[in-house]
């Protein structure tokens, strides 16, 4: 369906680029990575976003214009070939754009000629002027096979002195992700990686900031594609939300859900999956409990019973209390069931669709529990139950023993059937016990779904969820007039 109903990503720069282009003295950044990771893209993105505020001058040490302009044609199509210029057409001054081929014969009068570029800018009074640089390592060797003696940080620190004295932003692309000497010199570094190994069928890439003077960031690490031959960051979601209160989450995501189709489709289609593992890997529970929250919203939503496992350290009467708000007493007597609680002293108390605890075998706990399963399978939605199980905390609150076989045992005694969707959740943290480890892997390795989430300096939010054909980002969109809010939630597909 999602397939069907393709989402265009926007063209979007991190928010750090637009920082920079306000700071009223000059800048340098390093845009360091391997081949093909996207330098030159995210460069040439600064430029075209650029175009209304900014004098440019694009260095490119390519052997011909005909390349660039192959390789990047929007990029070309976007400034027009009459702006597109090589060493020997030096009449700059009119352009707004003046891209340069630099050959190693010509390459040591452009590094002399520099500071007679940057006069000649026809800049406007205030006007920011964006030089790049493409690539560096080849500026410095061929500087190299002219003047031998000639240092990488010689030539870094005429550049930056360049900077410095006509407050220049200047974007220096370097051909790798590795440290380098020069990297003190600069005033910002950001390495681009290209990750083919966790989302095999779409290239994911990611940014990573490793400085930036005289900037405050919310991202350390910025997911992004090349769709379409254009720099296309993925918004993320700010930590604030996951850190709500359970309630608040209930809330939030139901106001949300209520109104989104879309999502909604996506995960009920999701339930079809039978077996999906969900993997955290983060200090704290409360973005394993978001995903909780997701979950059961959306099947409640639907009319989907849920079977639900809350972690140890969720706060389960403000959960309940939201729920009841948002779905009525009724509905969760019909859809849901929430356990295993110790028997309270006063029984009376607890709500009909609270699990109470009859033993400390997990497998006897859903035997007990049988005909309440098959009592929700006759109502719901999809004629079985979502059932969502913290692999963490049932390791922890259960005797290892048990756990072997287990998922096995409830498919084999027909406590899960077909029908059914078990949602096992677990949280990765530094150090694990061995026996947590096997567990995980070994239900891991037979399951139909991965889905995996990331977490990035507490700062980032953001999933990607593999399926057999494409990958899919959840992506929020947070509401800037309110602390707790957010617009939007969307499945994007990742080119």
Not at 254 to 261: A, G, H
């Amino acid at each position: 369906m999602v397939d069907k109903n393709p989402i265009v990503y926007d063209i979007i720069l991190p928010d750090f680029v637009a920082k920079i282009m306000d700071l009223p003295f000059g800048y340098t950044m390093n845009i360091k990575g391997d081949a093909g990771t996207g330098k030159s893209t995210f460069a040439m993105e600064v430029c075209m976003q650029n175009l209304d505020r900014a004098a440019l001058v694009f260095v490119s040490t390519r052997a011909n214009l005909q390349d660039l302009q192959t390789q990047y044609t929007a990029f070309v199509q976007k400034m027009g070939q009459a702006k597109i210029k090589d060493l020997d057409t030096l009449g700059m001054t009119e352009d707004k754009l003046k891209l340069l081929n630099v050959d190693t014969d010509k390459l040591l009068n452009i590094f002399f000629d520099f500071e007679k570029i940057i006069k000649d800018i026809n800049a406007k009074p205030n006007q920011k002027i964006i030089v790049v640089i493409d690539s560096i390592e080849k500026m410095i060797t061929a500087i190299k096979k002219r003047e031998p003696l000639t240092t990488d940080v010689l030539v870094y620190e005429t550049l930056i002195s360049y900077a410095r004295k006509f407050s220049l932003k200047l974007f220096i692309i370097a051909e790798t992700s590795q440290k380098s000497q020069t990297d003190y010199l600069v005033d910002g570094i950001v390495t681009l990686y290209r990750d083919i190994q966790t989302v095999p069928d779409r290239i994911l890439r990611t940014m990573e900031v490793q400085k930036l003077r005289n900037i405050v960031i919310d991202q350390q690490v910025i997911l992004f594609t090349l769709y379409q031959g254009r720099f296309r960051a993925i918004p993320y979601l700010k930590p604030r939300l996951a850190l709500l209160s359970a309630d608040q989450k209930v809330k939030t995501m139901y106001d949300l859900m209520v109104r989104n189709q879309l999502s909604q489709m996506f995960f009920v289609n999701l339930f079809q999956a039978k077996k999906i593992y969900t993997e955290i890997t983060s200090d704290s529970n409360e973005v394993l409990i978001l995903w909780h929250v997701i979950f059961v919203v959306v099947a409640l939503l639907n009319k989907i019973s849920v079977v639900y496992m809350p972690p140890a350290d969720m706060n389960v009467g403000r959960f309940l209390k939201a729920l009841k708000t948002a779905f009525g007493e009724d509905l969760l007597r019909k859809y849901f069931k929430v356990g295993f609680f110790p028997s309270p002293k006063t029984p009376e108390w607890m709500p009909e669709y609270m699990l109470t605890s009859q033993s400390d075998d997990i497998l006897e706990e859903f035997r007990v529990a049988r005909p309440a399963l098959e009592s929700l399978r006759k109502v719901s939605g999809m004629r079985g139950n979502l059932v969502i199980m913290p692999l963490d905390s049932i390791f922890i609150k259960y005797n290892h023993d048990t756990l072997p076989g287990f998922f096995q045992n409830l498919q084999r005694e027909g406590i899960l059937v077909d029908e059914d969707c078990l949602l096992a959740t677990n949280l990765l943290t530094k150090e694990m016990d061995p026996l947590h480890v096997r567990f995980a892997e070994s239900f891991s390795s037979r399951i139909l779904f991965t889905m995996r989430g990331i977490q990035v300096a507490k700062t980032q939010v953001m999933y990607w969820v593999k399926l057999p054909r494409p990958a899919y980002a959840l992506v929020p969109t947070m509401n800037e007039k309110a602390i707790f809010t957010i617009d939007k939630l969307d499945i994007m597909p990742i080119m």
